[in-house]
């Protein structure tokens, strides 16, 4: 079993940044490929971004690739995702989320483990 908790949402302007943890506890974080995801009012969750256990390979939406970065300190059971050049439809709850094994990255359904969520909120 392993607990997240999500930080560092707010309000930003069009073109900021900012820079989402997740730290866990429980167990340690290097058991687990970590993903973050997010939802909008309306909409489904959809997949941000994805990084497997060592943090050598990372994987993002198309939506994001090239402004998002994720990344993940082992030691620290932390995992960040930060994020520059935001868009008011980059608004939306951020999740982080914990999977064993190495495939599916992409779907929420495969992850076993989520936080709560923090709210990003990115002004025009």
């Known amino acids: 079993q392993v607990q997240l908790v999500e930080s560092g949402g707010g309000l930003v302007q069009q073109g900021g940044s900012r820079r989402l943890s997740c730290v866990a506890s429980?167990?340690?974080?290097?058991?687990?490929?970590m993903g973050w995801f997010r939802q909008a009012p309306g909409k489904e969750r959809e997949f941000v971004a994805a990084i497997n256990l060592s943090g050598g390979r990372t994987y993002y939406a198309d939506s994001v690739k090239g402004r998002f970065t994720i990344s993940r300190d082992n030691a620290e059971n932390t995992v960040y995702l930060q994020m520059n050049s935001l868009k008011p439809e980059d608004t939306a709850l951020y999740y982080c989320?914990?999977?064993?094994?190495?495939?599916?990255?992409?779907?929420?359904?495969?992850?076993?483990?989520w936080g709560q969520g923090t709210q990003v909120t990115v002004s025009s």
């Open positions: 989320a914990a999977k064993t094994g190495y495939s599916g990255l992409y779907y929420p359904s495969n992850y076993a483990y």
């Open positions: 429980g167990r340690t974080v290097s058991n687990y490929a």
